[in-house]
């Protein structure tokens, strides 16, 4: 007996190590401390539901947890309701509820839609779910626990939700020996090594937190890729994960090696053109689709930083997605054409090249094609301006693509809220075709009409026990499903359902979190790379900050040729008079943002050589301007830190610590770049720190000496 209760009392206390790990995610369903709501959800918990496929047992099993957790109480799965309390779950076409809409309405909601309705009849209030597919109704049971996880009531509800966007994506850059490129939060979860007879767990929990949030694809292998993914044994493998994701309404896509002919096929060439690479191509398509009938389709990077590509052969990226995607064309897959390329041996500003490459090809790429475009020209930056390419292809649709994994945004150690970064880019305003046009209206379709539409993120997530490293890390794989949802979602209102759903109800405490939220992003551009400064971190491994950089195989790859700092100012000068970048431009940006008196601070030296001495709105200095960004930079963390001890009492012990730990340690890093940048910028201003900027604490040569061998996520 004492044995049975000791082992019980075991499992009762690794369950609650697990969840104050921060494993559950936003699926914590955690006791509602509200009394009367909790009491109001007792109504429901009967539920009508026919189980009649496996998306269907996901849902009530995602019902009891999320109940019990919850509530307390145990639904009850019942055949009808008759006058009753309770849930009612099913097609439109079963519910037959004249209420829903009329058939065209509800035909509008598509495969991914819902709605949710409460009705009171004598008393009693049933609560229905009606969607066209088993995967709506998946949708709309996740979007009603949500809003039970945010403890309001359900007895007058009326939600009518679809996605904007087609492909609401991950990418993950998970290599087969389970390192993950520029991952933070440990190995990849793929265990390709005992798939496909050993699924962990661990796959249904990824799958679940995924389509709660809408997430409907994932792309499972690095864009830098291995061919190996793509033979018969592994294809088992990638089944056995499709398999399982699918009736969560998660589709797979591989990354597919360009040169895959050679390298697994046995061919002399990969040239996309040739007969025979064409034919392996359409032979391996094929295989693919007698195992995965509803494969996803290939996410491809060529000819960038040494993959290979269709130009190893004198080909344009058009002859190698067309080829690809002639492939998938039979089976309905697409090819997802990644945008970013720059090479080298082109003497050009390496902002330019994606623009100068794609923007001759529009037009001609297959109907199943996207081409995925980084957020900015360069490379996921701690802040930078939105990519020309948005607004430029007319005719192929172009998909966006944000860095989750915190590559240049302090790694999982920083609490950076990447959602108000998400959105100023969301909201830029192309002026392409005409004012108006932002890049949200571009990659949703309503611009130019395209026939995919979709969203991608660098996943953030491995095989640390609370999946992204920093428990904060989870709210941007958060936020990407959301927005990818519903780009028009505000950073507060994601933040908000985030908090609630992860971390506590408390309503001061909830807002107390929030703006360390709201303000993170901005704090961590301050001290890393304020006014529009950019790429100035540490060689290959991107850790810490590095400015006097210049020892690189590629000038591109150099720091110096991103600040150009010297005795008169500092930036890149991207105007008319230096690379003209800013000609890929629609007006009036161009304009606005070619003259140094009325370009936005933010983006000061992406496209201009600013002289120390320039005198800025407030009347200082450049260089005064600059000094106090980074000690602005500095404070704000430490703002952060006081806030966050003052939510002690509402979130659990674990985390807590965890993160009071981490953002100390970001409080350091945060002064190591600001003494670093400023004492090595300083060599070139030579000009004093103004009133009110801290000292570096060492010298130049100190930071200089610094160096990081085992700096995470950079080993293959
Ligand atoms: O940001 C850079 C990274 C590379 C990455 C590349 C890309 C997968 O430093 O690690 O490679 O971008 O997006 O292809």
């Known amino acids: 007996m004492r044995g049975i209760f000791f082992t019980i009392a075991l499992w009762a206390l690794s369950l609650s190590a697990l969840a104050e790990s921060g494993y559950h995610l936003w699926l914590r369903y955690a006791q509602v401390q509200n009394a009367a709501i909790k009491n109001s959800y007792r109504l429901f918990s009967s539920v009508v539901m026919k189980e009649n496929s496996p998306t269907r047992t996901i849902i009530r099993k995602e019902l009891e947890r999320a109940f019990i957790g919850m509530t307390g109480y145990k639904i009850l799965i019942k ?14 076409t079963e519910l037959n509820l004249d209420s829903f809409g009329t058939p065209e309405e509800l035909k509008r909601l598509g495969n991914e839609g819902f709605k949710l309705k409460s009705v009171t009849i004598s008393g009693k209030t049933q609560l229905f779910i009606g969607a066209n597919t088993d995967i709506g109704l998946l949708y709309g049971v996740f979007r009603l626990l949500q809003i039970m996880s945010t403890e309001q009531p359900l007895a007058k509800l009326s939600i009518e939700s679809k996605p904007r966007l087609q492909l609401r994506m991950l990418n993950h850059w998970d290599n087969l020996n ?53 033979t018969t044994a592994y294809l088992q493998k990638v089944k056995a994960m499709a398999d399982l994701f699918r009736p969560y309404g998660i589709k797979v896509f591989l990354t597919a090696r360009f040169s895959a002919p050679i390298e697994i096929g046995g061919l ?87 623009y100068q490459e794609f923007v001759p090809l529009d037009g001609q790429f297959a109907s199943n094609v996207l081409l995925q475009v980084k957020n900015g ?62 890049v949200a209206r571009v990659i949703d379709g309503s611009s130019f009409d395209y026939k995919h539409t979709g969203m991608a993120g660098v996943a953030n997530i491995g095989s640390d026990l609370n999946w992204t490293g920093h428990p904060f890390a ?10 990818a949802w519903n780009p028009d979602l505000s950073s507060e209102i994601i933040a908000d359902e985030w908090i609630a759903q992860t971390l506590t109800t408390n309503p001061q405490a909830k807002n107390i979190i ?42 591109d790859w150099n720091c110096t040729y991103f600040h150009r700092a010297d005795t008169t100012g500092i930036g890149f000068d991207r105007t008319k008079n230096g690379s ?25 030296a992406w496209f201009h050589h600013v002289p120390w001495h320039f005198t800025m709105d407030n009347g200082q200095t450049f260089w005064a301007n600059l000094s106090h960004k980074y000690q602005e930079g500095v404070n704000g963390v430490r703002a952060m830190q006081q806030l966050w001890q003052s939510v002690q009492q509402h979130v659990n012990e674990a985390q807590f610590k965890q993160v009071t730990m981490l953002l100390h340690v970001q409080q350091q890093e945060a002064v190591w770049w600001k003494d670093a940048c400023l004492a090595y910028f300083q060599t070139f201003s030579k000009l004093p720190l103004p009133k009110g900027v801290e000292p570096p604490l060492h010298t130049l040569q100190y930071y200089q000496s610094l160096s990081f061998p085992y700096a995470p996520g950079n080993g293959h």
């Open 474 to 483: 989870q709210a941007n794989w958060y936020a990407l499903g959301r927005l």
């Open 178 to 230: 389970r390192t993950v490129e520029r991952g933070y939060a440990g190995n990849s979860i793929w265990n390709w090594h005992t798939l496909p007879d050993y699924v962990d767990d661990r796959y249904v929990d990824y799958a679940r937190a995924n389509a709660s949030i809408g997430i409907n694809a994932v792309s499972l292998t690095n864009v830098n890729a291995n061919a190996t993914v793509l």
């Open 268 to 354: 002399q060439t990969a040239d996309p053109l040739n007969a025979q690479v064409k034919d392996w191509w359409m032979q391996k398509a094929a295989e693919i689709y007698s195992q995965i009938p509803d494969f996803g389709g290939f996410l491809v990077k060529a000819n960038s930083e040494g993959q290979p590509g269709p130009q190893n052969y004198g080909r344009n990226h058009v002859d190698g997605a067309n080829m690809l995607a002639a492939a998938l064309q039979p089976h309905n897959g697409l090819v997802i054409w990644r945008a970013f390329v720059y090479s080298n041996e082109t003497p050009e500003d390496r902002y330019k090249q994606p």
């Open 580 to 604: 003209n970048a800013l000609s890929q431009y629609a007006e009036p940006i161009q304009q606005k943002w070619e003259n140094i008196n009325t370009i936005d601070d933010k983006w000061l």
């Open 377 to 438: 020209a360069i490379d996921f930056q701690p802040r930078e301006p939105f990519h020309p390419l948005f607004g430029a292809m007319q005719k192929t649709p172009v998909m966006m693509e944000f860095q989750l994994t915190q590559e240049y945004l302090g790694f999982a150690t920083h609490l950076v809220y990447l959602a108000p970064m998400f959105r100023e880019v969301l909201d830029a305003d192309t002026y392409r075709p005409h004012k108006g046009s932002s």
């Open 514 to 555: 929030k703006r360390i939220m709201l303000q993170s992003h901005e704090n961590a551009v301050n001290y890393m790379t304020p006014l529009g400064l950019h790429h100035i971190m540490g060689y290959g491994h991107h850790y810490g900050p590095a400015p006097w950089f210049n020892k690189a195989s590629r000038e």
């Open 79 to 92: 055949n009808d309701l008759a006058i009753g309390n309770g849930i009612v779950i099913g097609l439109f």
